[in-house]
């Protein structure tokens, strides 16, 4: 079992940057690939970024590109997303997700991942 705890959200302006947080319990997080997923109000949610359990593999959603880079800490228990350039479209819940070692590696599909944190919101003005 793992819970994982998102912080880091809130309010920026368009072109400013955030950074959120996922802190994981327990000792077997370095075995978990980990992603970030977002949903905006009344859509869908969506793929924001990968990363395999070592940081070696990472993959972004084409929105994202560019902007963001997800980036993780084992010995901190801890899974980053540095967000830069925000902009009005970034708005939404962003939750962490662990998904027990399986192929493919990372994984770009919600319904892959098994653990789920509450998620954390984040606000772009305009």
């Known amino acids: 079992q793992v819970q994982l705890v998102e912080s880091g959200g809130g309010l920026a302006q368009a072109g400013g940057s955030l950074r959120l947080s996922c802190v994981a319990s327990?000792?077997?997080?370095?075995?978990?690939?980990m992603g970030w997923f977002r949903q905006a109000p009344g859509k869908e949610r969506k793929f924001v970024a990968a990363?395999?359990?070592?940081?070696?593999?990472?993959n972004y959603g084409d929105s994202v590109k560019g902007r963001f880079t997800i980036s993780r800490d084992n010995a901190k228990n801890t899974l980053y997303l540095q967000m830069n350039s925000l902009k009005p479209e970034d708005t939404a819940v962003y939750r962490c997700?662990?998904?027990?070692?399986?192929?493919?590696?990372?994984?770009?599909?919600?319904?892959?991942?098994?653990?789920w944190g509450q998620g954390t919101q984040v606000t772009v003005s305009s």
């Open positions: 327990g000792r077997t997080f370095g075995r978990y690939a």
């Open positions: 997700a662990a998904r027990a070692p399986s192929e493919p590696i990372v994984s770009l599909e919600s319904w892959e991942y098994d653990y």
């Open positions: 990363i395999s359990w070592g940081g070696g593999i990472t």
